[in-house]
């Protein structure tokens, strides 16, 4: 078993800026900070990065030289790959053999291979197919109209009231970067799906910069198989990478909203503290309105 790895850097700042966010994302802890170097820890193995001293910086780095090549990481599934790509990118970090991305490890590899600032090359693989499908189950963002369409299709069969324009919106809005909209398939079947809003209709979470996950469904005959919960963390993690301290969500007071509420207060969310709202505006004491979809409490969880 695997102790540590020791990695000497040209820069340790830089090289911490781009290995905090990567290994903490996947898990990792800070675990030791001094001076000239830093480490991170996950389970009982760790990382280490400590800054080469001036006399050894003349010879840069480079990974066909005798010595480490690369390293890689176990990532939980091909969704997560695709994530870590959109952010490594939008990050600016250099993306090796695109023309080959997903596959540049062979067939039915899929990862992502890139470099830190020293240019070591590092990869981020997911589990094999058969292996990733354990249960059937895959998150994945919505790529093109048609996956719109059939969200539509099979809303008029489990959740009709739900109007056509809605969907048709979905992708110009993945495109502009207001919404982030992931699909949940089970066994190949369209199970359900979630956005997260960057700039929530709620007029609390706009005042605080809280995006919102939103609009979270699953078809009945897909529930109790923890679905929910995969599209829950990886809007959270998207949240995150937004660099948001909190995510927020609305959910419904009557009872069919009891199992959501449930979930909600398993995975750390708790109310903003604001009542009521009624179509995103308070209710105030003494006020009726209709016991519906439109009457919510707002919760919040801290990242």
């Given at each position: 078993?695997l102790?540590?790895?020791?990695?000497?850097?040209?820069?340790l700042e830089?090289?911490?800026?781009f290995w905090?966010?990567?290994?903490e994302?996947l898990g990792?802890e800070?675990?030791?900070?001094w001076a000239s170097?830093?480490?991170?820890?996950?389970?009982?193995?760790y990382l280490?990065?400590?800054?080469t001293?001036?006399?050894?910086?003349d010879i840069?780095?480079h990974r066909k030289?005798v010595?480490?090549?690369?390293?890689?990481f176990?990532?939980?599934?091909?969704?997560?790959?695709?994530?870590?790509?959109?952010?490594l990118t939008?990050?600016?970090?250099?993306?090796?053999?695109?023309?080959k991305?997903p596959?540049a490890g062979g067939?039915?590899y899929y990862?992502?291979?890139?470099e830190?600032?020293?240019?070591?090359?590092?990869?981020?693989?997911a589990p094999?197919?058969s292996d990733?499908r354990s249960?059937d189950?895959i998150v994945k963002?919505?790529?093109t109209?048609?996956?719109?369409?059939?969200?539509f299709?099979q809303?008029q069969?489990h959740?009709p009231w739900?109007?056509?324009e809605y969907?048709?919106?979905?992708?110009t809005?993945?495109?502009?970067g207001?919404?982030?909209?992931?699909l949940?398939?089970h066994?190949?079947k369209?199970?359900?799906w979630?956005?997260?809003?960057?700039?929530?209709?709620?007029p609390?979470?706009?005042?605080?910069?809280?995006p919102?996950?939103?609009?979270l469904?699953i078809?009945?005959?897909f529930?109790r198989?923890?679905l929910a919960?995969?599209l829950l963390?990886?809007?959270?993690?998207?949240a995150?990478a937004?660099n948001?301290?909190?995510v927020?969500?609305?959910?419904g007071?009557?009872g069919?909203y009891?199992?959501?509420?449930l979930l909600?207060a398993?995975r750390?969310?708790?109310l903003d503290g604001k009542?009521?709202s009624y179509?995103?505006?308070?209710?105030?004491?003494?006020?009726?309105?209709?016991?519906?979809?439109e009457?919510?409490?707002y919760?919040?969880?801290?990242?």
């Amino acid at each position: 078993m695997l102790h540590h790895v020791e990695i000497y850097v040209s820069d340790l700042e830089r090289s911490t800026t781009f290995w905090r966010w990567f290994l903490e994302e996947l898990g990792y802890e800070e675990y030791q900070k001094w001076a000239s170097g830093i480490s991170w820890r996950h389970e009982e193995t760790y990382l280490v990065f400590v800054q080469t001293e001036q006399n050894y910086l003349d010879i840069p780095y480079h990974r066909k030289r005798v010595g480490l090549n690369h390293l890689a990481f176990h990532a939980k599934s091909r969704e997560q790959v695709d994530w870590f790509t959109e952010e490594l990118t939008r990050r600016g970090a250099s993306i090796l053999y695109r023309d080959k991305h997903p596959y540049a490890g062979g067939e039915g590899y899929y990862a992502v291979f890139f470099e830190d600032p020293d240019r070591m090359k590092v990869e981020i693989v997911a589990p094999s197919l058969s292996d990733e499908r354990s249960g059937d189950v895959i998150v994945k963002p919505l790529d093109t109209q048609e996956e719109a369409i059939r969200c539509f299709q099979q809303a008029q069969i489990h959740c009709p009231w739900y109007p056509k324009e809605y969907f048709e919106g979905w992708l110009t809005a993945n495109r502009e970067g207001n919404r982030l909209t992931r699909l949940v398939f089970h066994e190949g079947k369209l199970a359900g799906w979630c956005h997260l809003l960057r700039v929530s209709d709620y007029p609390s979470f706009q005042e605080e910069q809280i995006p919102e996950i939103n609009d979270l469904v699953i078809f009945p005959e897909f529930r109790r198989k923890k679905l929910a919960s995969r599209l829950l963390e990886e809007l959270e993690r998207a949240a995150a990478a937004w660099n948001c301290a909190r995510v927020g969500l609305g959910v419904g007071l009557y009872g069919d909203y009891g199992p959501a509420q449930l979930l909600y207060a398993k995975r750390g969310y708790h109310l903003d503290g604001k009542g009521m709202s009624y179509k995103n505006q308070r209710v105030k004491a003494g006020q009726e309105v209709p016991i519906d979809d439109e009457l919510l409490v707002y919760l919040v969880k801290d990242l």
